[in-house]
């Protein structure tokens, strides 16, 4: 029975946890639509021919985009670690890595 009452907590914790995640992947996402159609910052698309071929024997994962200043986060996993880009979303330019 404890183990039962065990599993039901977890599952009501961690489902909430995934569904946030996912919202704010979406949410992300849609910022970045909004400013790269005001101007402001370079399309996902164009970032990723940029960097994702640099990324030799890594696996992309996917993105995270911070409004505020313009930085998009690309994310690699290679050999069981995950490596984090950092790249100026208005020239495109890498400003950080997590492998260097």
Avoid: C
């Avoid at 402001?40 to 890594?58: D, F, L, Q, W, Y």
């Amino acid at each position: 029975m404890g183990s039962t009452v065990a599993i039901a907590l977890a599952s009501a914790v961690l489902l909430p946890a995934g569904h946030a995640g996912a919202q704010h992947r979406r949410d992300d996402q849609q910022m970045a639509r909004q400013a790269r159609r005001d101007g402001r910052i370079m399309p996902v698309p164009e970032i990723e021919r940029r960097v994702v071929p640099t990324m030799k024997g890594a696996q992309y994962l996917g993105f995270d985009f911070d409004p505020d200043g313009a930085i998009y986060t690309l994310k690699f996993l290679r050999n069981g670690t995950v490596i984090w880009v950092d790249v100026d979303g208005r020239s495109g330019r890498v400003i950080g890595r997590t492998d260097q």
